[in-house]
C-alpha cells in the first residue's frame, strides 16, 4: 500500500467513537515487525506500538481511529472515501484519518532511526477520552516506556497546508451555577425572588468578558456563557431557580480559583451554589526545543511556509500527554471541514504530511 489506498482504507472503515472497526488490529498486523501492545479497557480500543532501532530518544505519533456519526445530508457516503476533483470525503478525513494514515506509513518506511519509534493509537478520542490516551500513558510511565517527544497529528492548519502547528492548547473549566429564588405570582412581584430577575444586571457584566489580557501565546480566557433556563414556561408564574452553565477555555493565567472569585464579585448578596470542574489543563511547549524545531524543517522542506505556533482551538489528546514531561506538538492537514458534512482533504495534504513526518524521522538526529 502506500499513503493513499492506506489512507482510503481507513476512511471506508466506518469507527464512530468508541468503535475502532477493527483499525488497530490493521494497523498492528500493517507494521510487521514492531512491538505490540493491545491495552483495550471497557469498550474502548488503545493501541501502543514501538520499534527500537537503537539507543537514543523515543519519537512517538498518536492519534486516534474514531470519528464522529457522520450525521445526513452528504454527497457521498460518508464510509466510501470517493474521489473528486483531487479530494477524498469521508468521514474522519480530516479528523484525523489523514495524520493516522500519514505517520502509520512514514513509521512503517523507516528503515533507520537513532533511537524508538512508536505509535500510540486510541478508539476514544472524540468520546469521554476516560478510557483511551490517559490509560496507555499510565501502563508507559508504569513500565518506564513514556516517550521522550511526541507528535500529534490532529488537522491544525488553517488557509494553507503547512501554515501552522499546535504547540499548546487552552484548558476548559465547566462552570454549573444555581440561582436560588422564591416562586410567586406574576401580579404580586413582591412576595417573591424571580432569580432572572436577580441575574439580568451582572449578567451584562459577566457574559463574553476576557478574565485576563493573554499573553504571546494564548488568548484572553473568556466567560462564555453556554446555557441558561428557568421558570415553568408560563406568563404568571415567577421562577423558583434559575440554572446556568459557562465554559472558560483558560489558559496559563487562568485557574478554578480565579473563575469562582470572577463570580463571586458578581453575584455578592445573592442565594446561589457554583460547582467548577476541570475538563482540561492549558499546556505550553517550548517553541525552542528540538521538537519544534525539527518539525518547523521538516515541514518548511516539503511546503516552503515557515509554520506559525498556534493555541487556539479545543482540546485533543495532546492535553493527556504534556503532564507526563513529553514534549508535544500538532500538525496536520487543514481544519475547515472537521465534524462537518462533506467532510474532506486533497490527497496532495495527505501526501504532503506523511512526506513531512518521513522528512522529521530522516533529520532528527541530522
Known amino acids: 500500500m502506500d499513503v493513499i489506498e492506506l489512507f482510503k482504507k481507513l476512511v471506508s472503515t466506518k469507527s464512530e467513537t468508541p468503535n475502532d ?12 515487525g514492531f ?44 464510509y466510501s472515501a470517493t474521489e473528486e476533483d483531487g479530494y477524498i ?15 502509520t506509513q512514514a513509521v512503517k518506511e523507516a528503515e533507520n532511526f537513532k533511537g524508538t519509534l512508536s505509535l500510540l493509537l486510541t478508539s476514544d478520542e472524540e468520546g469521554e477520552a476516560v478510557n483511551g490516551t490517559v490509560k496507555v500513558l499510565e501502563y508507559l510511565k508504569e513500565h518506564n516506556l513514556l516517550p521522550d517527544v511526541c507528535v500529534v497529528a490532529e ?3 488553517e488557509d494553507h497546508f503547512g501554515d501552522a502547528i ?9 462552570g454549573y451555577l444555581t440561582l436560588k429564588g422564591k416562586q410567586g405570582h406574576a401580579a404580586y412581584p413582591e412576595k417573591a425572588i424571580n432569580p432572572i430577575h436577580q441575574i439580568a444586571k451582572p449578567l451584562a457584566e459577566m457574559a463574553g468578558v476576557d478574565l485576563d489580557d493573554g499573553d504571546a501565546a494564548f488568548a484572553p480566557s473568556k466567560f462564555v456563557i453556554t446555557d441558561i433556563r428557568s421558570g415553568m414556561q408560563v406568563t404568571n408564574v415567577t421562577p423558583n431557580d434559575l440554572k446556568m452553565m459557562f ?21 455578592e448578596g445573592l442565594d446561589y451554589e457554583l460547582r467548577l470542574t476541570q475538563g482540561s489543563y492549558p499546556f505550553q511547549t517550548d517553541t525552542n526545543t528540538k521538537l519544534v524545531r525539527k518539525i518547523d524543517e521538516a515541514i518548511k522542506s516539503i511546503t ?28 496536520g492537514v487543514k481544519n475547515d471541514t472537521i465534524h462537518s458534512v462533506n467532510e474532506r482533504t486533497t490527497k496532495k495534504e495527505v501526501k504532503d504530511l ?13
Open 21 to 32: 472497526g477493527d483499525l488497530l488490529e490493521f494497523i498492528a498486523a500493517y507494521l510487521d
Open 35 to 78: 512491538e505490540v501492545i493491545h491495552l483495550d479497557r471497557e469498550d474502548v480500543k488503545n493501541l501502543f506500538i514501538y520499534k527500537k532501532f537503537s539507543e537514543g530518544e523515543h519519537l512517538c505519533f498518536a492519534g486516534h481511529v474514531d470519528v464522529v456519526p457522520a450525521g445526513d445530508g452528504w454527497k457521498y457516503d460518508p
Open 89 to 103: 470525503y469521508g468521514r474522519g478525513t480530516q479528523d484525523m484519518k489523514s495524520g493516522v494514515a500519514a505517520f
Open 155 to 157: 488537522p491544525t492548519c
Open 166 to 174: 499546535k504547540v499548546g492548547r487552552r484548558g476548559s473549566i465547566n
Open 247 to 267: 465554559n472558560v477555555r483558560n489558559n496559563t493565567n487562568i485557574t478554578q480559583k480565579e473563575v469562582r472569585m470572577f463570580v463571586e464579585k458578581h453575584l
Open 304 to 331: 516552503g511556509i515557515k509554520p506559525k505556533y498556534s493555541t487556539a482551538g479545543g482540546t485533543s489528546d495532546a492535553r493527556f500527554i504534556a503532564p507526563m514531561g513529553v514534549d508535544v506538538i500538532e500538525f
Open 354 to 366: 506523511y512526506r513531512v513526518f518521513k522528512t522529521l524521522i530522516e533529520i532528527w538526529d541530522k
